[in-house]
């Protein structure tokens, strides 16, 4: 059996802001295809690290490379090959489902014919058709969450980053949701995620769990479960993330 291929490989990131050290020794690997939970408690590191992956902050030290490109001299190639999403901003509510689709495709570089035919299949297996000139603002909230998905990968990229993708969605939505990004791990894409929602991570394949700028825990979910003699993922996140104090 062949090794996986590696598309995120960090070693020994440092991220300081003065005396802060953010991310503390981080070595992870991300591999092709798939899920990859990211969680940690608000201020434990997670979007620095995500920052500095995407090619936007440049890391204190450390070796890191994303799809295969060096962070510190190829970040502009880099951002070609990754898409993002976040639950705060992923489209703009004044312009039309076409409107977004359109000026996305652009920013990814894709020709203008191109992303007409990519649009159009877009909205055909979305089932936006209709809602094709609606302004975003109009479309309930699970509907925007499935199309930014959609949209973040346009341009096919290797990798796709999800900062909080589902916050405030339903749980039948959320559901929909991840049967989307299963198909498109199914078909090669990296997801890398973070989350809030524990029964979300253990829909991943793998988990990585920080708490003061380190990584805590990392592997599979099953396997966290049973190393922490836990029975869900939120116990393993809540003796991690927030250990008892000892008297």
């Not at 191109?114 to 909230?141: C, M, Q, T, W, Y």
């Not at 991840?178 to 029964?199: N, Q």
Request: some cysteine; overall charge neutral; proline content about 3%.
């Amino acid at each position: 059996m062949s090794e996986r291929e590696i598309v995120i490989r960090v070693r020994n990131l440092v991220k300081k802001f003065g005396n802060f050290t953010a991310n503390d020794n981080l070595c992870f690997d991300v591999y092709k295809g798939e899920v990859f939970g990211f969680l940690g408690a608000n201020g434990a590191g997670k979007t620095t690290a995500i920052r500095i992956l995407c090619g936007l902050m440049a890391p204190t030290s450390g070796e890191i490379s994303v799809a295969g490109f060096d962070i510190y001299r190829e970040t502009e190639k880099i951002k070609r090959h990754i898409g993002y999403m976040s639950q705060k901003f992923s489209l703009y509510e004044d312009l039309t489902v076409y409107e977004n689709i359109r000026f996305y495709g652009g920013i990814y570089g894709l020709r203008r014919k191109e992303i007409a035919k990519r649009a159009d299949a877009l909205l055909v297996r979305l089932g936006f058709s209709e809602v094709r000139n609606s302004l975003i603002k109009s479309l309930p909230l699970g509907w925007k969450q499935k199309l930014a998905f959609s949209i973040a990968i346009l341009h096919r990229p290797d990798i796709v980053f999800l900062d909080e993708p589902t916050g405030g969605v339903d749980p039948i939505t959320r559901r929909q949701f991840w049967d989307m990004i299963y198909e498109s791990a199914s078909e090669g894409l990296t997801v890398f995620v973070t989350t809030h929602y524990m029964d979300e991570a253990e829909y991943c394949d793998r988990v990585s769990i920080m708490a003061d700028g380190r990584i805590e825990a990392l592997d599979t979910p099953l396997n966290l479960i049973k190393y922490y003699n836990a029975s869900t993922m939120d116990e393993v996140f809540v003796k991690i993330a927030r250990p008892v104090q000892q008297l």
